[in-house]
């Protein structure tokens, strides 16, 4: 068996599961803390299940506590750029293309230094010892709690950033060491941005994992843990420790890859409300559609595929006010204060989830302790329903009609907590299906999950053959799968790219190849 938690911005839901079948869930109030909520939600769902706690193997969990770090300016460590690059690239200096909130919070300076690599591997210029041994008295200097390496062409040869790494932890163990090598494929600026953050978030992903396996060992659990990263699939606890920025992003591809397990379809739109937000996105073969381009973490851009969405501020809490005939839903919400604020619990304030109370989108019986009070909505003008209903439909088909790329009507799977939002039926749509069990999506989409693995960098084929290039990237993804957590023999190449670079000399190709398998700690 394994356990599915998925902390969204109003409730942390969990999901007990045993292959694919659904024993089980339930859903808290998020906390304000974040660990708290999670460990009762565990709680919750052991006592109601009454689970074997021996059987189960593997705990997930998807959060947004580290990307809401890096949204909120909040919790971020200070953090050191070297870069190994010269006698080139300094043109642009690191941070250069930060918000200015988001660079004061987190540059803890930049460092430029002699190295790097060709794309085909070949040196550049060799480390300079005396001025890596000047450089890390000035980041010792700094006091700075993190350090980003990059390296140019790291990715084809990560000699420099590992040699430097060494050096680094050696003298300032008590500093968070991040290679961009590891964190993204080529592309010098947007690699070293994504290893920044990275960097900035390991103090902070320490304590998130680490509240989790309290967590899990305080209700007598011996399961792995894993979070779940932005492609779908899972990363085992020690490694989103170093990597956590890979998690950005993680709640909705739960959610979507939930939708598609409920609905057993696999290729349709998405629409999943939570209490905070809306997220609209496209399934293929039951994964997200990828974004064509670039992403941006908190105003910085980064060279992650990210799943292509459009997000909305409307969920449950979205707070609604109309004034002289002037409506707007959102964008400020509750959050996961909504049992208290809430109008329908005995708050003051007007949100959606009373309206959807007060139009009987919604029931009582829904919440979990069956909180709210019908006869405290009972008194909405009903022209403020039909207003409230009018705005929330066209925004959802707005954003139905940016994710389609067909004008043929799309199948619509809507999951999430206040799900009963969407009406049931939308322009640009065939049918609207509603799982059971959608309430939750995202936490099944967490439990269902796949370890992987990714290779994405540029080889050169004057010394090998294409096909000796493409078996090498496929067995080092197969091995970074294994790696990940996969059980060897349902490990598959789930994606194969390959791009000619016609404009670097010699015969040079960039190949990106992805492989994915079930967890060996609960393959069935």
Same mark, same amino acid.
């Given at each position: 068996?394994?356990?599915?938690? #998925? ?106 230094? /002699? ?12 480390? &300079? ?5 000047? +450089? ?53 600026? &947007? ?15 320490? @304590? ?51 939708? /598609? ?5 696999? #290729? ?9 937000? +809306? ?15 670039? /992403? ?13 969405? /459009? ?36 708050? #003051?304030?007007? +949100? ?23 006869? @405290?909505?009972?008194?909405?003008? @009903? ?7 009018? @705005? ?133």
């Amino acid at each position: 068996m394994r356990v599915g938690i #998925d902390v969204g911005g109003t409730h942390t839901d969990a999901v007990l599961m045993r292959e694919r079948d659904v024993l089980g869930w339930v859903k808290r109030p998020t906390s304000a803390d974040v660990a708290s909520g999670v460990e009762d939600a565990l709680a919750a769902l052991l006592a109601e299940t009454r689970a074997d706690r021996g059987a189960i193997g593997a705990v997930m969990l998807g959060t947004t506590q580290l990307t809401n770090a890096v949204i909120e300016r909040r919790g971020l460590a200070r953090t050191a750029a070297v870069r190994l690059c010269l006698p080139a690239g300094q043109s642009i200096l690191p941070f250069a293309d930060w918000p200015d909130d988001l660079r004061d919070v987190v540059s803890g300076g930049a460092h430029l230094l /002699a190295g790097g690599h060709e794309y085909d591997g070949r040196e550049i210029a060799p480390l &300079d010892d005396h001025e890596v041994d000047e +450089t890390i008295a000035r980041l010792a200097a700094a006091e700075v709690e993190a350090v980003a390496l990059v390296g140019i062409f790291s990715p084809a040869n990560p000699a420099h950033e590992e040699a430097v790494a060494e050096r680094v932890r050696a003298a300032l163990p008590h500093v968070a060491v991040s290679l961009s090598h590891e964190i993204g494929p080529i592309g010098l600026l &947007d690699r070293e941005n994504a290893a920044l953050l990275n960097a900035c978030l390991r103090p902070l992903a320490d @304590r998130v994992v680490g509240s989790l396996e309290r967590a899990v060992a305080a209700h007598g659990l011996a399961a792995r843990i894993y979070l779940a990263q932005n492609d779908g699939t899972l990363l085992r606890a020690e490694l989103s420790r170093r990597h956590p920025v890979r998690t950005f992003a993680s709640g909705p591809v739960n959610s979507m890859r939930g939708a /598609a397990f409920l609905a057993n379809v696999a #290729d349709a739109l998405v629409i999943d409300v939570g209490g905070t937000s +809306t997220d609209v996105g496209m399934l293929v073969h039951g994964f997200p559609r990828e974004a064509p381009a670039g /992403a941006r973490l908190g105003g910085v851009r980064v060279n992650f595929r990210m799943p292509d969405l /459009a997000s909305l501020a409307l969920g449950g809490g979205s707070v609604v006010e109309a004034r002289a005939g002037d409506l707007r839903i959102g964008p400020r919400s509750v959050g996961h204060a909504l049992e208290t604020r809430a109008l329908a619990f005995g708050g #003051d304030t007007l +949100t959606l989830t009373d309206i959807a109370l007060a139009a009987g989108l919604f029931r009582p019986a829904d919440f979990a302790h069956g909180g709210p009070r019908l006869e @405290r909505v009972a008194g909405l003008p @009903r022209d403020l329903l039909a207003a409230v209903a009018a @705005r929330v439909r066209a925004l959802l088909e707005q954003a139905v009609d940016a994710c389609r790329t067909s004008p043929e009507p799309v199948p619509v799977i809507v999951v999430g907590g206040a799900a009963g939002l969407v009406p049931d039926a939308l322009a640009g749509t065939s049918s609207v299906l509603r799982p059971a069990a959608g309430g939750v999506a995202n936490a099944i989409g967490a439990a269902i999950a796949q370890a992987s693995g990714e290779v994405d960098r540029i080889f050169p084929l004057e010394r090998r053959s294409r096909d000796e290039t493409l078996s090498r990237a496929r067995a080092e993804a197969i091995e970074r799968a294994r790696v990940a957590g996969a059980r060897p023999d349902s490990i598959e190449i789930v994606e194969v790219d390959e791009v000619p670079l016609t404009y670097l000399p010699g015969n040079a190709v960039r190949v990106r190849v992805k492989a994915a398998g079930d967890l060996a700690e609960v393959a069935g």
